[in-house]
Every structure is written in structure tokens, then in C-alpha cells.
């Protein structure tokens, strides 16, 4: 076979494998989704602002900074809050989605939201998607080091709102079960998930056989419960890729997640399974792209260069990013990290 | 919120308004002229190259929605047509990867649920549908930036020159990257049996 016959051939099979591939009509939703955008360029970074209300203007303003300056991060995930997503028409064939869910996990401080995306079915309607992944928080998270405090089967429904989110528990277990004296991040677990699959920061009505909800997880609840941003709530440090257990099967992978906005830095090691550093860096700050994180709620984002080990012996390594952070009762720096265990091929 | 009122202003002054159309060969003024045209030209083309690269279709019309709302974005600040589409291209590309990075998670969770694909034997001639996904698993298969080389250089026919602008990387790496992906490749050619160009 030489080589003009390789490219030729090449050529051929290449251009066969997605012949059949019938790119459907996409002109008007481009169209729309260029339309929302100019006619709302100063809400833009509403979503920011609603995630980082509590932390204060200077901070937020650091944020614009960040994502004003990067060139690349035309980022049409970060799209205006206030205008509504496209509805799903017939034009929008489901897909499988990945959604962004939140378990708990132990910090220095106490335990702290984490998140990690799951793969959670086809669908293109954001309410679907929303109870898929409120159903995963019954199932558990994949991490190892996660934990959950939701009881089986304690999502039924979701409908979605103008200015609400109504959550449909379908257990009694759900409603009274004194689970966790953390029952507070549960609850709020659930506010962050379907916050996130809807892509939207709007409060959670939870209801029980179409009734509100006086107590959720044995937590008296309001008939609104809001995304609580405050400071001590969500890890400041969160790994987005890998995901846990992922098989690296080329030389480099690039790590990426995201972080809280007060913030600085973010490291990262690589260490073999017996604890032993096989190497470490430094990250910079990124706009998270990619129609799969669309969950990502604009927090800010950080990710690594490519990192090298395509000369590491196979096997199973632990990445961790860490950050270190002095709370605002403390005046002790404590290090706050997340772990994904990757498999290298 | 006094902030709000230091925020950048997302979109420059527009281009046309400082009569300044003509420095920009052959690119609509208007953004929304600009992006449909483009829409027209090369929406099937991209998509399907998209499909080479992360395999699922819908991910692909996504992703080329994507990358065309980010060059609408980004028109003021093209210069002329042909920056216009390689951009565009870079933005299909890159949009891919991001997407197969967080598919490590997707893709995962759809190996337990559905097991691998058994893959034929050797000997069994493959046909139509077979030999398609056969060739997308393959690519599926190759590193990263091999199978990126291979989709431009053989389904979009770019250039080494083309393929290294848009991927970031010297000429040098494309042509590696080119032999080593057709090199993974070859065993499959082989195991499809006749000449494939001689099909319809």
C-alpha cells in the first residue's frame, strides 16, 4: 500500500463514515441564540453576580476581569439569565446529557458541596433533565469521597416555572427522615442540582403528593428555599475533568473545574497510589466551554496545561487540586482539595 | 451593584460604522449576513466533521451551533473571510474536544449500561453501516490529535500549513501525527476487504 493509495483510501473511508450523517436544519436556533444575545449584552454577567451576591463588589468585579479579558471565552453557555432558553421544538432531537450534581463531602471546616457531572439520559427538555439529575442524588455520586443525603426514590417530579422551580419529593422518607444533622446541605444539594440542570439560579418549591413541603429531609423549609451562596456552603475548589476514574489513554490530559470566586490560586499534584508526587503545577483561569457544561452555573473556572504522562508507569494515580483559604472565623489557613482517581494506559 | 457600571462592554465598536468595510475583503459588515452565509456554505460539512470527532450527532449540530454563535460574537473583530471560516473551524475543533473531555464522564457511565461493541472478525467482510461505524470506532480510538490531523486532512482536505494553524501545532507534529493516525488506521483498511472506492 503506498502512500498516494493510503491518502486516497483514507480519503474515501473517511468521507463514507458520515455520509449517512443528515445534518439537520439548525439555522433559526442560531439565529435566535445570536438575537439573545445583542439584545441582552448588559445582563450578561447576571449569573455571576446572582452566584457571587455574598461575597461582595470587589470580588465579583475580579470576575469580570477574568472573563472579560480571555478572548476565547465566547462562551454562549453564560447566556442571559433574565431572557428564557429555547423551548424545546421538534427541531431538537434529545441527547444524552450530562448534568452537573452536588454531594457532600468533609472539609477542613466541616463538610462542603462538591460537584461532579454524570451522564443522566436523553433528553432536551430542561425539567426532564432537572429530576434526572435530582434522581442521582438517590443513586450517589460516583467520587468515592462524596457522599449523598438523599434517601431512594425521593424525586418524582419536576415542573419548572417563570420564577420557581417546583420539585415533586416522592417519599415519605424524604420529607421527615433525620437523615444528618446536615441535613441543611441536603436540602441544598437538591436547590444546587436542579438549579444547575435548568441552568438557571431560580428557588426550589419542594412538594409532596401536590402539596408543599413543611419539612424536607426533617429540615423545616419555607415555600421558597434559594440557592444558599454563603461562604461556608460550597467547596472553594471543585474538579470538573477527570472525572473520577477516567482512563487517560493518550500522553497529556488537561485538568479543569472551578473554584470560588474569592479565590486565588489553584495547584494540582499527581501522586502515585502509595502517596509519592509524580508531578505538580500551578493552573490559570479559564472560562469552562463545551456544550456539555452548560451546569456550570458561571463560576469561575481554572485548568491546568496539558499535563505529561505518557512516560508514567500504568496504573492508577490520584489527582488532587487544592487551594489554601483562610476562613472568616479562623485566622488559620486551612487547604481545602478535591481528588480524582484516573486510570493511566 | 455599582460595578455593573464598570463592566466591559462585550461587543467593540461595530467595524462598519468607521467606514472601514472595505479593509475587510469579502466579509459581510453585518455579523448576522457574515454567520449565515457561513451557516450555508459549510453547516453540513462541519457537522460532519464534528461527527468524526466526537461521534454523536447531536453533540456535533450542538457544537457547530456553538461555534458559530461564538464567530457572531467575534465578527467585529475578523478581518476578513477566510479568518472568518478558520476561526470558525478552530472553534469546531476545539468545541469537540471540550465536549470528548467531558464525555470521559458520559462515556463511562454508557459502558457499564451497554458493554462494548463486539468487534467483527477479521474475515467477515463488512458493508455500508458496519464499515461506518467501524471506521468512527477506530477514530474514536486513535489519540486525540491524530484523529483531529486525519479529519482535516482527509474529510476537509486542509492543508499541512491549514491543519497546523488551526490546531496550534507545527508542521512538523501535523505530519507526524498524520503518519502515526494512518499507520493506526491501516490494519482496518485491510480487514475491510475490497476497495471500498469502487462501492457507491
Redesign the interface.
Known sequence: ?NDSH????????????????D??D??A???R??RV??TA??R??LPV?VGAGAVG??V??AT?VVG?LTD?T?D??QAPVASAPPAPGPSE????R?AGVYFVAPTPTGPRLFR????VGQTADPAELALLALQRLSLGA?DPDYETLWPADAFASVIVEEDRIVVGLGSEEALEAPRSPAAYLGVQQAVYTAEAAIGKALPVSFERDGRPAREVLGLPVGAQVRRDTSFSLLTPVNI????E??AV???TF?A?GTMATYVRDVTWTLRQTDGAVVREGTTTPVD??????RATLGAPGWETRPIDVGDLPPGDYVLEASVVDTGQTSDRPEEFTDTRTITVR | MTSYAALPTIAPAPAWSLGVTEARPGLPADADAGVEALYLAHWDQLVRLSVLLVRDQGTAEEIVQDALVAVHQKWDRLTERDKALAYLRQAVVNRSRSALRHRGVVGRYLARQQGPDPAPAADQKVLGDARRQLVLDALQQLPRRQREVLALRYYLDLSEAEIAETLGISRGAVKSHASRGAASLRPILAGLGPDLRSEP
Open positions: 500500500m493510503d491518502d486516497e483510501t483514507l480519503r474515501a473511508l473517511l468521507r463514507d463514515a458520515v455520509a449517512d450523517v445534518p439537520r439548525r439555522l436556533d442560531v439565529r441564540r445570536t444575545r445583542r449584552t448588559g450578561r454577567w453576580l463588589a470587589t465579583v468585579a469580570f472579560g476565547e465566547d454562549p453557555d432531537e434529545p441527547i444524552t450530562a461532579e457531572f454524570q451522564a460516583t470538573t475533568d477527570p472525572g476514574e477516567l489513554e493518550e500522553d488537561v479543569n469552562i466551554t463545551g456544550p456539555d457544561a
